[in-house]
């Protein structure tokens, strides 16, 4: 049997979740996927770190209540989060990232990411900073490690765009792509337009798991932002910086615009597309957009995303699914693991070699 040792590197909701599935679907994932997960450390700013080579109960990680530097009452635990040591030094295949977006420089995660590979740990994320702003020196650190760089919930939580369109639509040829890339904010324009006012609909937001530590992000669009980099620079090849993209948020839309647009059969919604010109070059942006009902975004409601992708070969092709959500963007995490377990002789083989 393959197990795969992982390192939580945070333990908020998505991790959590991550855990969560571990405690209850390993059997199911053997039969199914060809591999368990074991959980070897978890390093968390809040919580603390613990190492544990044998393996830690998921249960007992997700259903205990720890508090503030709670990690050390674990044996081999620390109440302070050292990252690097257990990035560097614990016994793991995968180190799992998923702590805080910060969409100015992506640290501490891409050091995270960084220290992993260079230890010839595979990385798979859900955190954009890593993905927008280093994915080419990462990408390039994992190939000289043997090892894999995976981030397939940096957008669309596990909706699977990045793959669709890397495997799926090879050759189709990509020139451009349009969609609704915050979960956060859609919601809470839809929860405007059914008469709730701004902020509680933010708090919504944070409390179903969807928004930012700071929903700022969200809601002034710099979340989606990031999400048009990484998808132009991965489907467009273009070698976009968060700042070559114009970016205005939601925060601006007051009740009186969305009770207009209603009146008029239309909806707003936060857009982010970029496109390749006549004279090849990647152009994004991301804006709030008047959109007619009958326009094949304005229907999509709730925490759900959509993006329609323009081909040379196969026209428009629009995937939509969860963009937020600790379960589904778990769920990416897992994908990623299968891509990695998928794309490498099995580690028994390797261990009898
Ligand atoms: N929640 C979603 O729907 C979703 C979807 C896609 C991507 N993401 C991304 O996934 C990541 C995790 O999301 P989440 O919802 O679990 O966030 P969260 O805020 O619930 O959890 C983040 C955790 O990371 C910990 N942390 C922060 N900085 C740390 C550091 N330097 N070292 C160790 N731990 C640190 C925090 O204590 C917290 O427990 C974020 O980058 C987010 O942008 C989230
Ligand atoms: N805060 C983000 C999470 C997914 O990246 C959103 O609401 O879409």
Redesign the pocket.
């Known amino acids: 049997m393959t197990v795969y040792n992982i390192a939580l590197?945070?333990?908020?909701?998505?991790?959590?979740?991550l855990a969560g599935l571990i405690a209850t679907k390993n059997p199911q994932w053997e039969r199914q996927l060809g591999f368990q997960l074991n959980i070897v450390a978890v390093?968390?700013?809040?919580?603390g770190s613990v190492i544990s080579p044998n393996g830690l109960d998921p249960r007992m990680l997700t259903e205990a209540n720890f508090t503030k530097g709670g990690f050390g009452q674990l044996s081999g635990g620390s109440s302070e989060?050292d990252?690097e040591t257990v990035i560097k030094l614990a016994p793991a295949d995968i180190v799992v990232?998923?702590?805080?977006?910060n969409p100015k420089d992506g640290e501490?995660?891409v050091s995270?990411c960084r220290w992993a590979l260079q230890a010839g740990k595979h990385v798979v994320?859900?955190?954009?900073?890593p993905v927008a702003l280093a994915a080419q020196e990462l990408k390039a650190l994992a190939k000289s490690r043997g090892v894999r760089f995976e981030y397939e919930?940096?957008?669309m939580?596990g909706t699977p765009v990045m793959r669709l369109a890397d495997k799926t639509l090879a050759g189709a040829e990509m020139k451009g792509f349009e969609g609704i890339l915050n979960?956060t904010s859609n919601f809470v324009l839809g929860r405007m337009e059914g008469g709730l006012d701004f902020s509680s609909a933010v708090k919504e937001a944070q409390a179903l798991?969807?928004?930012?530590?700071d929903p700022t992000?969200d809601v002034e669009g710099h979340?989606v932002r990031l999400k048009v980099v990484i998808l132009a620079n991965e489907l467009l090849g273009a070698n976009l910086k968060p700042e070559d993209v114009t970016c205005e948020g939601i925060s601006r839309l007051s009740p009186h615009d969305i009770e207009t647009a209603a009146k008029e059969n239309c909806r707003w919604k936060l857009i982010g597309s970029a496109a390749r010109g006549v004279d090849g070059i990647v152009v994004g942006s991301v804006a709030p957009k008047r959109l007619a009902l009958e326009h094949p975004l304005a229907g999509v409601g709730g925490?759900t995303n959509a993006v329609s992708l323009n081909t040379e070969l196969l026209g428009s092709v629009t995937i939509t699914g969860p963009?937020?959500?600790?379960v589904?963007?778990a769920y990416?995490l897992l994908s990623d693991i299968v891509a990695i377990h998928s794309a490498q002789p099995s580690k028994d083989a390797k261990e009898a070699a």
């Open positions: 590197i945070g333990f908020g909701g998505v991790n959590r979740a390093s968390d700013l809040y919580l989060a990252n990232e998923a702590t805080f977006t501490p995660a995270h994320t859900t955190n954009k900073g919930g940096a957008v939580s979960g798991g969807y928004a930012e530590a992000a979340d925490a963009g937020a959500g600790r589904e963007t990416a």
